[in-house]
T-cell receptor, first 113, second 117 residues
């Protein structure tokens, strides 16, 4: 069964600090892995997309890594801001058209002043 | 910046009633999707739609669900006879047609919160 597991479930950090969120997946066949940010009551917003051959991708203060051998990904947030408070969802695509997505449960990040 | 819009933002209905959730995808996008997120749970894929037909659907998308693009701009999800367990946030998404690899970004709407009483 295709599954995406994330840890931790929730995280509280102080503004300005860095943090790393983890994602493990068992999805076959693997097409690509995405990280989304979801504010409360809103739709997910794409942060990064990585294919099998990519092992790191950055988008501003967000850096995602992918180890396709161990089926693990991480999202590193640098110099956190209050606006980073949201759920961060790891999503794996398991068909070539990128249409079949399996979502993780998300990590709820709270950044405190 | 273009965005996906959804109406209504909140729909309350009685069990057994039909509901139609509406979405206006980004105008030059060709792939359309519906997802649902039960409160406190993961986002779940329901269906993808391309070239006026369903391209993939999940086990959740059974006979009580249907989708259509009636007028070239709106993309709708119909639930024929709602059940209590259909209460969830329903997200519409769209993307441009990408070549192989499927790495094109899906853009999500703000969601419709459906409450079935």
């Amino acid at each position: 069964k295709n599954q995406v597991e994330q840890s931790p479930q929730s995280l509280i950090i102080l503004e300005g600090k860095n943090c790393t969120l983890q994602c493990n997946y068992t999805v076959s066949p693997f097409s690509n892995l995405r990280w989304y940010k979801q504010d409360t009551g809103r739709g997910p917003v794409s942060l990064t997309i990585m294919t099998f051959s990519e092992n790191t991708k950055s988008n501003g203060r967000y850096t995602a890594t992918l180890d396709a051998d161990t089926k693990q990904s991480s999202l590193h947030i640098t110099a956190s801001q209050l606006s980073d408070s949201a759920s961060y969802i790891c999503v794996v695509s398991h068909n070539n058209a990128g249409n079949m997505l399996t979502f993780g449960g998300g990590t709820r990040l709270m950044v405190k002043p | 910046e273009p965005e996906v819009t959804q109406t209504p933002s909140h729909q309350v209905t009685q069990m057994g009633q039909e509901v139609i959730l509406r979405c206006v995808p980004i105008s030059n996008h060709l792939y359309f999707y519906w997802y649902r997120q039960i409160l406190g749970q993961k986002v779940e894929f329901l269906v993808s739609f391309y070239n006026n037909e369903i391209s993939e659907k999940s086990e959740i998308f059974d006979d009580q669900f249907s989708v259509e693009r009636p007028d070239g701009s709106n993309f709708t999800l119909k639930i024929r006879s709602t059940k209590l367990e259909d209460s969830a946030m329903y997200f519409c998404a769209s993307k441009r047609l990408a070549g192989g690899g499927g790495t094109d970004t899906q853009y999500f709407g703000p969601g419709t919160r459906l409450t079935v009483l």
